[in-house]
């Protein structure tokens, strides 16, 4: 089994997740400071339609958040895979070269 193009694909799936969390947390900011600000802005008629809405929804931002954190988490864990595919791939050179020198 090739493990350095697993954890490669793994690590590229973990920075895809964490760029679309990111944008959704980025355009909920977005959304929310149009709403303050309509919100702000003197009119003599009561507030209607999406700008009675928190200017943060809650649901997508929380959703957002845990997962940026667990694209953290997986980008973390591949990067971990490609560390231990090097150190396994060490060692084996190493068994290879003392066998090498063993049998003369």
């Given at each position: 089994?090739?493990?350095?193009?697993?954890?490669?694909?793994?690590?590229?799936?973990?920075?895809?997740?964490a760029?679309?969390?990111?944008?959704?947390?980025?355009?909920?900011?977005?959304?929310?400071?149009?709403?303050?600000?309509?919100?702000?802005?003197?009119?003599?008629?009561?507030p209607?339609?999406?700008?009675?809405?928190?200017?943060?929804?809650?649901?997508?931002?929380?959703?957002?958040?845990?997962?940026?954190?667990?694209?953290?988490?997986?980008?973390?864990?591949?990067?971990?895979?490609?560390?231990?595919?090097?150190?396994?791939?060490?060692?084996?050179?190493?068994?290879?070269?003392?066998?090498?020198?063993?049998?003369?």
């Amino acid at each position: 089994m090739r493990i350095i193009p697993i954890a490669l694909a793994g690590l590229r799936n973990a920075q895809a997740r964490a760029d679309r969390a990111a944008q959704k947390i980025v355009e909920a900011g977005t959304d929310g400071a149009a709403q303050v600000e309509a919100r702000s802005a003197p009119t003599s008629l009561p507030p209607s339609g999406p700008l009675v809405s928190p200017p943060f929804p809650e649901a997508d931002l929380i959703t957002s958040t845990v997962d940026l954190k667990t694209a953290r988490t997986a980008f973390a864990a591949a990067a971990r895979l490609l560390k231990t595919a090097d150190e396994l791939d060490r060692s084996l050179i190493e068994t290879g070269d003392r066998i090498r020198e063993r049998r003369g």
